[in-house]
């Protein structure tokens, strides 16, 4: 068309040479970049990183910026606390006395970023033209990061347990409990009499069913969706972290990693791919 001239042509590059360690990282929240606050990096902190590999689950950890108008000393002690308290129960190490005073006098050194994948919709490549030229390379997994505060829900717990006496039947210690879940037991009332007379009493044979991979399951028991997101939830906590080493854009590492992004193949490809399946593939 003559009002939509062609502005450019550029030859495309296809590299796979990352695969499958590319992955596009969104942090929705973060304001400013991804960097240690100047105050943390003047006593020579720097950001840390763990991921469990086979859960997929990734954290990243930044240095808080302690500077007096950002920064609460005392809500800096006690969320410490929490934060340990949290480690603790992770490492299901028991609590002691010394160890509570441990716990109790740390500081809240570090904010945690935790992933969550995002499904892919379709193929994503990062695209960098240089030279005139297209790079292109697949994007294997896609992960927003978002601020990780279950330190906080351990202190509502302890404020409620204080307000109610040492009652933390209001605690939130999981998922609500499946109620047609057949393995569940109806609590009983404590100050009901046990009778000795015999009553009769009926019961009714529930059909199970099985799913593909032959198990049993009672009809109107835990959904399937929801077995499988417990699943998930205890091989996520069963797994161990796994240290990584963090590198910003500057650094040698990533400047060799961005290096080899750029395919160095000047051979021309054989598109296979008919006019006609390309646009069936794509949906028109």
Same mark, same amino acid.
């Given at each position: 068309?003559?009002?939509? @001239?062609?502005?450019?042509?550029?030859?495309?590059?296809?590299?796979?040479? /990352?695969?499958?360690? %590319?992955?596009?990282?969104?942090?929705? /929240?973060?304001?400013?970049? !991804?960097?240690?606050? #100047?105050?943390?990096?003047?006593?020579?902190?720097?950001?840390?990183?763990?991921? $469990?590999?086979?859960?997929?689950?990734?954290?990243?950890?930044?240095?808080?910026?302690?500077?007096?108008?950002?920064?609460? @000393?005392?809500?800096?002690?006690? =969320?410490?606390?929490?934060?340990?308290?949290?480690?603790?129960?992770?490492?299901?190490?028991?609590?002691?006395?010394?160890?509570?005073?441990?716990?109790?006098?740390?500081?809240?050194?570090?904010?945690?970023?935790?992933?969550?994948?995002?499904?892919?919709?379709?193929?994503?490549?990062?695209?960098?033209?240089?030279?005139? *030229?297209?790079?292109? *390379? @697949?994007?294997?997994?896609?992960?927003? =990061?978002?601020?990780?505060?279950?330190?906080?829900?351990? %202190?509502?717990?302890?404020?409620?347990? &204080?307000?109610?006496?040492?009652?933390?039947?209001? &605690?939130?210690?999981?998922?609500?409990?499946?109620?047609?879940?057949?393995?569940?037991?109806?609590?009983?009332?404590?100050?009901? $009499?046990? &009778?000795?007379?015999?009553?009769?009493?009926?019961?009714?044979?529930?059909?199970?069913?099985?799913?593909?991979?032959?198990?049993?399951?009672?009809?109107?028991?835990?959904?399937?969706?929801?077995?499988?997101?417990?699943?998930? !939830?205890?091989?996520?906590?069963?797994?161990?972290?796994?240290?990584?080493?963090?590198?910003?854009?500057?650094? #040698?590492?990533?400047?060799?990693? =961005?290096?080899?992004? =750029?395919?160095?193949?000047?051979?021309? %490809?054989?598109?296979?791919?008919?006019?006609?399946?390309?646009?069936?593939? !794509?949906?028109?």
């Amino acid at each position: 068309m003559d009002d939509d @001239p062609v502005v450019a042509v550029l030859p495309v590059h296809i590299s796979n040479s /990352l695969v499958p360690n %590319l992955h596009l990282q969104q942090f929705p /929240l973060l304001y400013r970049p !991804l960097q240690v606050p #100047p105050s943390a990096a003047e006593s020579g902190k720097r950001i840390k990183a763990r991921c $469990k590999p086979k859960t997929g689950r990734y954290e990243i950890h930044v240095p808080v910026d302690t500077r007096k108008e950002v920064w609460n @000393p005392e809500k800096g002690v006690e =969320f410490g606390a929490a934060r340990a308290e949290e480690d603790r129960q992770a490492a299901g190490v028991e609590k002691s006395k010394s160890k509570q005073r441990e716990v109790e006098e740390q500081r809240l050194s570090e904010v945690r970023l935790s992933s969550e994948r995002i499904p892919e919709r379709g193929d994503y490549m990062l695209g960098i033209v240089r030279d005139g *030229h297209l790079h292109l *390379h @697949p994007i294997s997994q896609t992960h927003q =990061f978002r601020p990780a505060l279950i330190y906080l829900d351990l %202190l509502s717990q302890k404020a409620r347990r &204080s307000r109610g006496g040492g009652d933390d039947s209001d &605690s939130d210690d999981g998922p609500p409990p499946d109620p047609d879940d057949p393995t569940l037991v109806a609590p009983t009332n404590k100050k009901e $009499k046990q &009778s000795s007379e015999s009553r009769e009493v009926q019961v009714t044979a529930r059909k199970a069913t099985e799913d593909k991979t032959g198990t049993q399951q009672f009809l109107g028991g835990m959904s399937q969706v929801r077995r499988e997101m417990l699943t998930l !939830l205890r091989d996520e906590a069963e797994e161990p972290w796994e240290d990584l080493t963090y590198c910003d854009g500057e650094s #040698p590492e990533s400047l060799g990693a =961005f290096e080899s992004i =750029f395919s160095k193949n000047t051979s021309n %490809l054989t598109c296979k791919t008919g006019s006609v399946d390309l646009l069936r593939n !794509l949906g028109l």
